[in-house]
């Protein structure tokens, strides 16, 4: 998914998403570039599976970047769609036509033909596959046909897909060795990216060798560019202080800093590269049997809660209203489908409604019915800090008020999304989906639940799944309003409650890059301080 805490698809729990690219500002502090060196990035949490195709975390999305490419890429600023493995493209109705680069190879040197990229559609577009990339960067039914001789992969839509070439900027693509036993790309890589894994330690981390000649990266970027690192060291640090300290003394080039401790960065006078993502966003667990398969109580849940000051508690001060659940630049949709559709805080109207559910208080403060106390399994991302442990409390003191136990748990990113969608324990949880284009988040709004799909919050909307049908078949121009409008209607019910913005920041020392969603491993120049 691509969750992301700020990634693109990330869930941030950066679903992945991870899910288009976002133009970033960035200041610099440093000399000339440095040939030769090692460029070290801190991860929040270990990436796990190394299958690029298989995963929608934030770390996973991050470390797949180095190693593998997708077909198209999206420009930062403009949106327009850019060249990667494809070096021109065609979109006719429901046929797309994708061109490919001449001399594309994997890091063990094997041809990327048009019928591996081909092979690799077919995969993620199978359903007993379970790529959390069906439906997000690859659209369901759709079929894809290749001819070598021409370089040429056709692919024929099941219906139209306003935002086709966006989705597969995001889809990475597996050479032939991995897509023959995909087992070996749980703890390597098998790619046409500017670099490949030699070395994985998991849990600790994962080192990466540059490779010479590559040559097709978006827009023609090479790894031969001046100040391109040789060496690529992925560490695993969970702990925001920690990576803070670690970049101060030398000990990490980048790391992603949300809390309180950026300000100290930030003061320091360090490189800092921004992306716009979405920083706050309450999900709930509609499955059966869960206390929060209520509208009601979900209702409730949402209108006890002071969004307002979660936004700047979670933020540390920095947050500012969302205004659109696919907000990662550059924004598909631009408008707000947010401020006018999310319920309205008043505790005592949450009260009410629980009152009216039959959720009846005790003398021990709590609610029960039928003998079952109204109780949750609260889980937050551990990455968001110090700013994160404040918020997640804040939010149990506003729920007691109501009558409502709640437990908060800081999970790191593998062990959140691994709850979610392995349909496990949990009722609320604060995920962020960071993604570009609003169809983009349809396979986690609907559709099968988890495990079975995307749709780890179980969602079962049919307004919203007649606005996407409605809105799918018009042009990104003439359907953005239909898209806004059902998000609006997602969020007027309370079924997904996004809460703050932010512009997370990436700071870096003895190092430049950019970071349009995630960070681009071929603008990374190490430079002398």
């Not at 998914?1 to 869930?11: D, E, N, P």
């Not at 099941?158 to 070439?165: G, N, Q, T």
């Not at 970027?221 to 640090?237: F, N």
């Not at 003394?249 to 003061?267: F, I, K």
């Amino acid at each position: 998914m691509k969750l992301s805490t700020a990634g693109r698809f990330g869930l941030s729990a950066c679903l992945v998403v991870a899910l288009a690219g976002c133009s970033s500002g960035s200041s610099a502090a440093g000399g000339g570039v440095v040939e030769g060196g090692t460029f070290t990035l801190g991860l929040s949490s270990d990436p796990g599976n190394l299958d690029p195709q298989m995963g929608a975390g934030t770390s996973l999305f991050t470390v797949t970047q180095f190693a593998y490419d997708p077909l198209v890429s999206v420009d930062g600023d403009t949106g327009e769609i850019r060249s990667a493995l494809a070096e021109s493209w065609q979109v006719e109705g429901t046929t797309v036509t994708l061109t490919l680069h001449e001399g594309i190879t994997c890091s063990d040197g094997t041809p990327f033909t048009a019928s591996v990229a081909a092979d690799n559609l077919a995969f993620v577009g199978d359903p007993e596959s379970k790529s959390p990339f069906l439906g997000t960067f690859f659209p369901p039914g759709a079929t894809a046909q290749a001819d070598d001789a021409a370089r040429t992969v056709t692919i024929t839509l099941a219906s139209p897909s306003p935002f086709v070439l966006n989705g597969l900027a995001g889809l990475p693509m597996v050479c032939p060795s991995g897509l023959a036993d995909r087992s070996t790309l749980q703890t390597a890589t098998a790619g046409t990216g500017p670099f490949a894994l030699t070395q994985a330690a998991p849990g600790d981390s994962y080192t990466y060798t540059k490779r010479q000649g590559y040559a097709w990266g978006p827009e023609g970027a090479t790894t031969a560019a001046p100040g391109t690192p040789e060496t690529v060291v992925m560490k695993v640090v969970e702990n925001e202080t920690t990576a803070a300290n670690l970049l101060l003394s030398g000990g990490l080039n980048a790391a992603q800093v949300a809390g309180p401790d950026s300000e100290r960065l930030a003061g320091a006078g360090l490189f800092v590269a921004e992306t716009p993502a979405m920083a706050g966003e309450q999900w709930y667990n509609h499955a059966p049997g869960r206390v929060t398969d209520d509208p009601a109580v979900r209702m409730a849940l949402t209108r006890a809660l002071d969004l307002a000051e979660l936004q700047k508690v979670v933020t540390a001060g920095r947050g500012v209203p969302a205004t659109t659940l696919a907000m990662n630049a550059p924004v598909g949709c631009p408008g707000d489908s947010v401020s006018g559709a999310l319920p309205t805080t008043d505790p005592a109207a949450a009260g009410a409604l629980l009152d009216q559910a039959g959720w009846t208080l005790g003398a021990d403060g709590v609610r029960s019915k039928a003998g079952r106390p109204l109780s949750l399994v609260f889980l937050y991302q551990n990455n968001l800090g110090s700013s994160g442990d404040a918020a997640a409390e804040l939010a149990v003191q506003q729920w007691k008020a109501i009558g409502v136990a709640a437990t908060a748990q800081a999970q790191n990113e593998t062990t959140l999304t691994g709850t979610i969608f392995g349909a496990g324990d949990w009722d609320v949880a604060w995920v962020t989906l960071n993604v570009s284009t609003p169809d983009q988040l349809v396979p986690f709004l609907s559709g099968p639940p988890a495990p079975d799909g995307t749709n780890f919050s179980a969602i079962a909307d049919p307004a919203y799944d007649a606005a996407v049908s409605a809105a799918s078949a018009l042009t990104p121009e003439e359907g953005c309003a239909a898209w806004l409008d059902a998000e609006a209607g997602l969020i007027a019910n309370a079924d997904i409650v996004p809460f703050a913005a932010v512009s997370a920041r990436t700071f870096g020392k003895g190092a430049e890059f950019a970071t349009p969603g995630q960070l681009v491993p071929t603008s990374i120049r190490m430079t002398a301080d």
